[in-house]
């Protein structure tokens, strides 16, 4: 099998890459250079390999920063050390890594990939946290402001399932993740932001099902994570600025409401081309 073979959403053992060219390993991932295109490999909690980007390769350059704390695009400056990749989360934090992915429908290549820190856990989710785990009855209620600027006393009555429903079906557009074209001007990035800053319709951005992945863990890394993916077809050429996952809630009049818990603002933005797949995962972890 040559490197040219290897598929997305295939997994692979790691004697399978190595020996087909030229090989940089490090924890977690392994990049294979063939002389016009480089090979990104990244291992799961089973061990198994899995194909997550590809892109034109200078033979003369070797990525140096994957570091998304320090970039959010690579830097292409010489040789990879093994500390450049790492996961940025410390000790006892629980957080969310933003994964973003641009696809080139036809053919299958990554046009951009970048992984970075999702900054912006919002006052929702901290709130919404505190209604779950404390069962908060009808009588001492959360207020929560949702979507419509407007502040809705949340309580675990009836349908208790909806608290942190984010199972948003194709085309729908109030919740799951969502996407905007606000760099920060509309709305500021801050902790009491309720709503995206302006939405990309469905008519222009294609809005798939939301996707899950199970929990899963990591002994080696101490990590635990879910991810939560949805994905995004052009139909006309766009630059998302801004990211945001919203929920549902019950309020006490057994009113289904929608809240956004987290919000993300894109450095500099994602293009988007006209006839490709933005793919976006929000991966929830816990590190310890």
Not at 5 to 14: A, N, P, V
Not at 35 to 51: A, C, I, K
Not at 191 to 218: C, E, F, R, V, W
Not at 220 to 225: A, K, L, W
Request: charged share 20%; glycine share 8%.
């Amino acid at each position: 099998m040559e490197l040219k073979d290897f598929k997305f959403g295939e997994h692979y053992t790691e004697e399978q890459i190595k020996g087909k060219a030229n090989i940089i390993s490090l924890p977690r991932f392994i990049i294979a250079d063939s002389p016009s295109t480089r090979y990104w490999f990244e291992v799961d909690s089973d061990g198994q390999w899995h194909l997550i980007a590809f892109n034109d390769y200078d033979p003369k350059v070797l990525v140096r920063n994957l570091n998304p704390v320090l970039s959010e695009k690579p830097i292409e400056v010489g040789i990879v050390q093994p500390d450049d990749i790492k996961d940025v989360l410390v000790p006892g934090e629980l957080g969310a890594m933003l994964e973003l992915t641009v696809t080139d429908d036809k053919t299958g290549k990554i046009i951009e990939h970048r992984v970075m820190k999702s900054k912006s856990f919002l006052q929702q989710f901290i709130q919404l946290l505190y209604v779950k785990m404390a069962l908060s009855p009808t009588s001492a209620p959360v207020s929560v402001r949702d979507t419509g600027n407007t502040l809705r006393n949340v309580a675990e009555v009836g349908k208790k399932g909806y608290t942190f429903d984010t199972t948003a079906a194709i085309t729908d557009v109030t919740y799951g993740i969502i996407i905007g074209s606000d760099n920060g001007g509309v709305y500021p990035l801050a902790m009491d932001n309720y709503k995206i800053g302006t939405l990309i319709p469905n008519a222009t951005m294609n809005y798939s099902a939301m996707l899950y992945g199970n929990p899963g863990g990591d002994a080696g890394t101490g990590i635990s994570q879910i991810t939560l993916t949805r994905n995004f077809t052009a139909t006309a050429p766009t630059t998302v600025n801004e990211i945001a996952l919203v929920c549902q809630a019950v309020d006490t009049t057994g009113t289904v409401r929608k809240f956004m818990i987290i919000r993300d603002l894109i450095a500099g933005g994602i293009a988007v081309p006209n006839g490709t797949t933005l793919t976006v995962n929000y991966r929830l972890q816990a590190q310890v």
